[in-house]
């Protein structure tokens, strides 16, 4: 529904209402039904009842007062003509305050639905939050009251690639900015060629798997260039006896999935190196009831025991977004191994009691979460002899 029509409806209404009143009561009654046509209107157009649930004091305050200024207007008002223009206004800002709720998101859909696995969850993660979902089939014209400008516009659709850059560079002319969820919309050779130039042209990538907290920030922070997640996963291998340290992944994605133990860089406070080290420590030696004084961990990595393998830079690897993977090998010195083998124990984002050493061939045989087999296979080139 377009902007004037979301507008109409209460207007209509409570212009209903000024026209059947005949004495105060009924004036009281009506001015009363205009207040609470416009708040159902706000609520049923911008986000329903999860739209009240981010702010219930102020929405609560805001009804209140609306309200009393209702009665006060059906106490006050003479005649005919005055309910005919205050009824409506009355209804007009029950609708509006809701606008004044959440950040300034919309969703903009062109040329209809995408083909791409990120579509329907950023259409639900705007359902979620009362984000306005607009339809763009021809020209793009306006979008709900409750969006004002300069907005943040999360793009999505069937839209060719051409039509992709044409409505970006309309939206950022109307003092919108355009976020591209690059998973709902459809990709190509030459769709991806045009993300290239919009991006060189600073405007803004994200995923839908990033939606929920971009939405739900306290502060949003949206950079010209769209910046990618670092991890790093570590094979721990036992080269004698030629086995891997493996860990049933804990959450989401690939919840319950056998991995090599790893995860996310904490930015500014650490190497890649002594973040593959404290992965490993925490996920697979991890002691689940230390003692006062005692050490959280049965066994720790240090980060020059660990050698860089592998990077894996692909933008589909990670549902979660953008994650470039650095792969590591921690090969466990002969002198260590009965230590290592008696103190493994899951922690952190491993299942408890999942971390186990198994035949590197066997772990090859099988699909791990993510593309860690790419990172075991070429772990497995290194330790084969030499020729």
């Not at 069937?158 to 998973?183: Q, T």
């Not at 860089?265 to 190196?273: I, S």
Request: glycine share 6%; proline share 4%; aromatic share 8%.
């Amino acid at each position: 529904m377009n902007r004037k029509m979301q507008l109409l409806i209460p207007i209509l209404l409570s212009l209903l209402f000024a026209c059947v009143i005949q004495d105060r009561s009924t004036a009281i009654f009506a001015a009363l039904l205009s207040a609470l046509t416009g708040i159902t209107a706000g609520c049923m157009y911008f986000g329903g009842f999860s739209a009240i649930m981010r702010k219930p004091f102020h929405m609560l305050f805001s009804s209140v007062l609306l309200f009393a200024v209702a009665l006060a207007i059906g106490m006050l008002v003479p005649g005919l003509l005055w309910a005919c223009v205050a009824f409506p206004l009355v209804g007009l800002f029950g609708v509006l305050q809701f606008g004044l709720l959440g950040k300034k998101f919309a969703v903009l859909v062109i040329d209809g639905p995408a083909a791409a696995p990120g579509f329907e969850s950023t259409l639900e993660a705007a359902k979620r939050n009362g984000i306005a979902v607009v339809q763009a089939r021809n020209k793009f014209r306006s979008f709900p009251v409750t969006v004002e400008d300069r907005a943040y516009v999360l793009v999505t659709g069937g839209a060719a690639p051409h039509r992709l850059m044409l409505v970006c560079a309309d939206l950022r002319s109307k003092g919108y900015s355009p976020i591209i969820v690059v998973d709902a919309i459809n990709r190509t050779a030459f769709m991806n060629s045009k993300l290239l130039e919009l991006n060189e042209a600073g405007y803004q990538m994200t995923v839908s798997g990033a939606l929920q907290s971009l939405l739900t920030a306290q502060q949003l922070k949206v950079y010209a260039y769209a910046k990618a997640d670092l991890t790093t996963s570590t094979a721990v291998v036992l080269p004698r006896s030629r086995k891997v340290l493996v860990i049933k992944r804990d959450g989401n994605p690939y919840k319950g999935m056998d991995s090599l133990p790893g995860g996310f860089l904490n930015a500014h406070l650490e190497t890649l190196a002594k973040c593959a080290a404290r992965e490993v420590t925490e996920e697979c030696f991890f002691r689940r009831h230390a003692m006062p004084g005692e050490s959280r961990f049965t066994y720790e990595v240090d980060e020059t025991d660990v050698i860089l393998v592998d990077v894996r830079s692909s933008p589909e690897r990670d549902r979660r977004g953008h994650v470039i993977d650095h792969g590591f090998v921690y090969i466990v010195p002969e002198d260590k191994e009965a230590e290592v083998l008696a103190n493994v124990s899951a922690g952190d984002d491993a299942k408890e009691g999942s971390a186990r050493f198994e035949d590197l061939d066997a772990v090859l045989a099988n699909p791990l979460a993510f593309d860690h087999s790419d990172l075991l296979s070429a772990v497995n080139q290194r330790l084969q002899p030499q020729a």
